[in-house]
């Protein structure tokens, strides 16, 4: 007999634990198939920081940032974890003009502080300031290992099944409201019916979809970044969250090799990254070696811009980013598949707001 759930979610990380913690909460029975092993290094969801940045000027963006934070606080008093720190985060540089952001985030729901030049460097002398600072107090940092953790533990408290180590190796649509899912584990191969399939499978969406033919699908393009984490000089210094946005025609930031990002991650030294610089790959082949050339760049972005770190004592990480050539979000369904896909690096702070639609998605008749 094959076995039968209302909702199969393929993938365990941060979107499909979002999207599996909301059908659950909506009564659905819900199994989650994960390839790795819990806590796993291999996609985008691992290490204990993300920032938690509101400097949006689109609408859309910052109604689903207010949701957010209302649910995340929401599953950190079901979980009794702290997964949302408000630390505040610092925008600088000459890539946008900062007077039209702050008045957007204001109108958004969120607080902006337009800050000259002396005054932030005052209020935080880890960084060297060229410029006005945007300011926004309500902004912060998430934990995304922990945030992962919370949402597989409210579904399965709900009923939802985890299968660990166990891969999609097959997935065919038999009708509007059946697909059929080989899958396998180290023991067995198992097929099962399901009316519904959330495919949230980051980096592997791509090759996982190739097979459906999905013709909105965007290009996903898959890339493997590697921020470092600088030791702090002054264990007394206040650490916001930070982007750094370059200008081509500016001399002190024209050779960034694109925005910069970071936070301090509380243990392991300030967090700093080029945001979405990395070299394309493929996640089966990934040497997870940070490349000389960008290390080299962050070092010296960390000597010129960060003067309450030590540039020279740092460790580095790789994960992945999985983008779509204009950095927006793929959350559609076709037929009985619902498909989340192309955070672009930056969807992680959305997560819960981004696991309710792709569990309305999943849920619509």
């Known amino acids: 007999m094959t076995e039968s759930v209302d909702v ?57 940032l207010r949701e957010a934070r209302g649910l995340w606080r929401e599953l950190e008093a079901e979980s009794g974890l702290t997964l949302l720190t408000t630390t505040g985060i610092v925008n600088h540089g000459p890539a946008r003009d900062l007077v039209p952001v702050a008045d957007a985030i204001r109108e958004g729901g969120f607080a902006a502080d337009l800050l000259p030049r002396g005054e932030a460097t005052s209020r935080w002398p880890g960084f060297r300031f060229d410029g006005d600072v945007l300011y926004t107090p309500d902004a912060g940092r998430l934990n995304p290992a922990a945030a992962v953790t919370a949402l597989l533990d409210g579904a399965v408290a709900r009923g939802a099944a985890v299968s660990w180590r166990t891969r999609v190796e097959d997935l065919r649509v038999v009708d509007d409201d059946r697909v059929q899912l080989t899958v396998q584990d180290a023991a067995a191969t198992r097929v099962l019916h399901a009316r519904r399939v959330v495919v949230a499978a980051g980096a592997w969406s791509e090759s996982l979809l190739a097979q459906l033919a999905v013709p909105s699908l965007p290009r996903l393009r898959v890339t493997q970044e590697q921020p470092a984490h600088f030791a702090v000089r002054d264990e007394s210094l206040n650490w916001p969250g930070f982007n750094h946005g370059p200008a081509v025609d500016d001399p002190a930031t024209s050779w960034f090799l694109t925005g910069v990002y970071g936070m301090l991650s509380p243990g392991e030294g300030v967090k700093a990254g080029w945001h979405a610089a990395g070299p394309e790959i493929h996640p089966d082949r990934r040497s997870y070696v940070p490349d000389p050339t960008l290390t080299a760049a962050i070092v010296r972005y960390a000597r010129e ?61």
């Open 305 to 365: 811009w960060l003067p309450g770190v030590d540039p020279d004592t740092f460790t580095e990480t790789t994960c992945t980013y999985t983008s779509t050539p204009d950095s927006r979000f793929f959350l559609e369904r076709i037929g009985p598949i619902v498909i989340g896909a192309g955070f672009s690096g930056h969807g992680f702070k959305f997560t819960p707001v981004i696991g309710r639609v792709l569990a309305d998605l999943a849920r619509r008749d």
């Open 8 to 64: 199969a979610v393929i993938g365990a990380g941060a979107m499909g634990a979002a999207a599996a913690w909301q059908l659950a909460r909506a009564g659905a029975s819900v199994e989650v198939f994960e390839q790795f092993e819990p806590g796993h290094v291999h996609g985008a969801s691992h290490g204990t920081t993300r920032n938690f940045n509101v400097s949006y000027d689109e609408p859309g963006y910052l109604a689903w």
